[in-house]
Structures are given as C-alpha cells and as structure tokens.
C-alpha cells in the first residue's frame, strides 16, 4: 500500500521562529509536490520537485528533496502569520498520473 | 486564462439524492482528475480521465459514483442515491500533457452536504 506520511500533524509556532515540516513515502517517486490549503479553499501549488537533491525557496519557504531516503522537507524560516494553513504533500509515483497525499500539517503561527 | 472551474460551489442534496458535480479543465488542458477531501482530512484520488476516456478509477467507490469527460463539455462526476457519508469537498484538478511536471491545477471544489 502507498504510504504518504506527514509529521507533525499540528504546529503552533510563534512568530519570527524556524521550523520544518516532514515528508516521508513508502515507495520510489519520481515526482513530489508541496500545496497549501487555508480554511474552506482550494489548494494553491507552492512547489513541483523533480528530482534528487532538488531544493527550491520562495519567500519564507523552501522544500527539498531526497529520493534515496524517501523524504521531503518543507522549511519555514522566521514565521509570519500569513503562513498560517494547512499544508500538504503529494507524492505522483512511477507509471502513474495520481496525486497520493500526506496526512496535512495544520499550521497555525501566534503572534 | 481561466483557471480550472466548478460548478456548483456548494450543493445541498437529500439522501436518496443524486449529486451532478461539474469541471470545467483550464484550456488546453485534455487531462481531468477528480479527488474528495472529507472533514478534517487530506485529499483522496478517485479517478483520472481523458477526453472520452477512463484512464484510472482506482480510488472511486464501487457503486453509485461514476465520472465521464465528453468530447465536448465539462467532466461530470455523477453521485447516486446519495448517503450522508458523501458529505465532502470535492475537488477537480486538470493538466497539461506533455508538460514536465505534470503539475495538476486545482479549482475551488465543490462542497457537497447530504442531509
């Protein structure tokens, strides 16, 4: 069975701190990708990663890959209080065009 | 350009109800995925079309729920003698072949409530 798991699952953090969120699946990818969700929205695509050792920043955030230990990480540096949403995972596994997601990790930043 | 859209936005049904849930893919896109998202939790893959044509259904329940994407018109997700337990979101993304990435784009969702 593909596994997609995310940890933690909440995060209340204070503004202006570090913290990572974890990303780890079952099975060999060759796509991964980071959406945000805020309440009652849609998804919104923060980032595509495509391949080992890949990394990417945008802002406050900044996700890299590693295929050979199965994991993702999505980096938040000096937190404000907009990045507050829940943020998933996806993982598109080999031969196939389905989105497999994580658990979601609902990230709340208090002023 | 157009995002991905659907329509309804929010659907109300009786159980017993049939649900008609539509996706309209961004142009140019020839490649539809629908995905339901129940309270409080992730998205959950159901089926993956192409114009005309079913390429994985994997993930969509056995009975009641069916999906086509007509030659012409939206994609169609079709919920039968609804339950109390379709009450989601549902959500329609589209993508563009050939792309890279294959990055999927989702629309707004359509939240269905069953009472």
């Known amino acids: 069975e593909l596994k997609v798991e995310q940890n933690p699952l909440f995060l209340s953090m204070q503004e202006g701190k570090n913290y990572t969120i974890y990303c780890n699946y079952s099975t060999t990818s060759d796509r991964l990708y980071w959406y945000r969700q805020d309440p009652g929205k849609s998804l919104e695509s923060l980032f595509v990663?495509?391949?080992?050792?890949a990394v990417k920043q945008e802002g406050r955030l900044m996700a890299s890959l590693d295929t050979k230990a199965r994991l993702s990480t999505l980096h938040i540096t000096a937190a404000v209080h907009d990045l507050s949403a829940t943020y998933f995972c996806?993982?598109?596994?080999?031969?196939?065009?389905?989105?497999?997601f994580g658990t979601g990790t609902r990230l709340t930043i208090i002023p | 350009n157009a995002g991905v859209m659907q329509n309804p936005r929010h659907l109300v049904r009786r159980r017993g109800q049939e649900a008609r849930l539509r996706c309209s893919p961004m142009k140019g896109h020839s490649h539809v995925y629908w995905y339901r998202q129940l309270p409080e939790e992730g998205l959950k893959f159901m089926v993956y079309?192409?114009?005309?044509?079913?390429?994985?259904e994997s993930g969509m329940p056995k009975e009641r729920f069916s999906a086509e994407f007509p030659k012409e018109g939206p994609s169609i997700l079709r919920i039968q003698q609804v339950v109390r337990g379709d009450s989601a979101a549902y959500f329609c993304?589209?993508?563009?072949?050939?792309?890279?990435?294959?990055?999927?784009?989702f629309g707004p969702g359509t939240r269905l409530t069953v009472t």
């Open positions: 993304a589209s993508s563009l072949p050939g792309q890279p990435s294959y990055e999927q784009y």
């Open positions: 079309l192409q114009k005309e044509n079913i390429i994985d």
């Open positions: 990663l495509l391949s080992n050792g």
């Open positions: 996806a993982v598109v596994y080999f031969g196939n065009e389905k989105l497999t």
